[in-house]
């Protein structure tokens, strides 16, 4: 998953689009202080994105670990008021309740539970942090979870015969790898391996494709963007005509975003690693979505007065406060950037539970798809 549905040491990363698909998805922290991350990070109103899927190198930079919440820079809309917190945890629980209802109603009509099979390669303990949180997620909404754990120096060919078989399998409806991948294998082949119908991590290039082109439908949208947009549908923020800004181009987080704010009609600007004055850029948007992995890089004074922000960046900076010896911040400078906008996620509990969320709903559509289930 490229999405955080767990923390341990990683976090979004912005690429440029030439990056591998392995690259462009986590920035691994080695640090010991950072070895203990929370098992959970806490990185849709039911609409028509529930129902078909849809609703490079980095430059150095500057890591900015303290946010000052006084800072003159920052424009404010008022001295008292503060942004709308978007609660991801609250909707992430509300998705999951529904998606709980429909599969006990697939059981009753048709008796069929959807299942989503995960293939873990290696013996990371963060991997298998995330594969378990992804089994606890399937329990408590009855998605069956079937698991192939494999060693560390399995073959690539070891792998793909595994997908064969979960593609062939028909009690599978979903099927993802757990990333990374050891470094011996070709990390493209055995995505690409995963069968269009059963690539729930929306990660396989026809998705993509149809993502990208006006009048397709992807079978599938990656998780953690398709989560961003719910959170606006649920929260009844406006896209259409909207002046959208999204920070990051990977293919995980900052590409597919940006094309599903096109497909909502918002007008979309793409700011990255390369881009000169960016704050030029983001003070134009009505609404932000970043995810490059630089802590409080987005300042109050890169933020338009009542602005929407959507903060999917996890990042850990050194607090010697916490008992943890660090803690966690977004993209965005929280406590500059509440003062200015309408409404903003937190960091943690605001994207990131969304990631799986979207998981056990695309292995539900997966699921409703092939038995032609209403």
């Given at each position: ?11 979004f990363t912005d690429y440029s689009s030439s990056s591998s698909s392995s690259t462009a998805r986590l920035l691994l922290f080695n640090t010991a202080k950072l070895r203990n991350f ?337």
């Amino acid at each position: 998953m490229a999405l955080i549905d767990t923390a341990s040491t990683m976090i979004f990363t912005d690429y440029s689009s030439s990056s591998s698909s392995s690259t462009a998805r986590l920035l691994l922290f080695n640090t010991a202080k950072l070895r203990n991350f929370p098992k959970t990070i806490s990185t849709f109103r039911r609409s028509n994105s529930l129902q078909f899927g849809i609703s490079s190198r980095t430059s150095p930079r500057t890591i900015i670990t303290h946010c000052s919440s006084s800072s003159t820079s920052a424009m404010q809309v008022n001295n008292e008021t503060f942004a709308k917190v978007i609660d991801g945890k609250r909707v992430a629980q509300d998705i999951r309740e529904e998606i709980g209802v429909e599969i006990s109603r697939m059981k009753e009509e048709i008796g069929i539970v959807p299942g989503l099979a995960v293939i873990l390669v290696g013996d990371r303990k963060d991997s298998a942090t995330y594969v378990r949180n992804k089994k606890k997620a399937c329990d408590t909404v009855g998605i069956n979870s079937y698991e192939a754990r494999l060693a560390e120096d399995s073959t690539e060919e070891e792998v793909l015969n595994h997908i064969s078989k979960f593609n062939d399998d028909p009690s599978v409806h979903g099927i993802l790898v757990q990333l990374p991948l050891p470094s011996h294998m070709n990390e493209q082949n055995i995505l690409n391996a995963v069968c269009i119908e059963k690539d729930v991590d929306g990660f396989h290039p026809l998705n993509i494709g149809r993502l990208a082109m006006r009048g397709r439908e992807p079978l599938f949208v990656p998780c953690t963007p398709k989560g961003c947009i719910e959170l606006l549908h649920r929260y009844d923020i406006p896209i259409k005509g909207k002046r959208a800004v999204v920070i990051g181009r990977s293919n995980i987080v900052g590409m597919p975003a940006a094309l599903l704010l096109q497909r909502e009609d918002a007008t979309v600007s793409i700011v990255h690693s390369r881009t000169k004055n960016p704050e030029e850029i983001t003070r134009q948007a009505d609404i932000i979505i970043s995810a490059v992995g630089q802590p409080n890089m987005v300042r109050g004074s890169w933020v338009k007065p009542g602005a929407v922000l959507i903060d999917v960046g996890i990042n850990p900076v050194e607090d010697p406060a916490s008992p943890r010896g660090y803690r966690l911040v977004g993209d965005i400078c929280y406590d500059e950037a509440r003062k200015v906008a309408s409404a903003i996620t937190p960091v943690p509990g605001g994207v990131g539970p969304m990631t799986i969320a979207m998981l056990l709903s695309n292995t539900l559509l997966s699921a409703k798809r092939i038995h032609n289930f209403r």
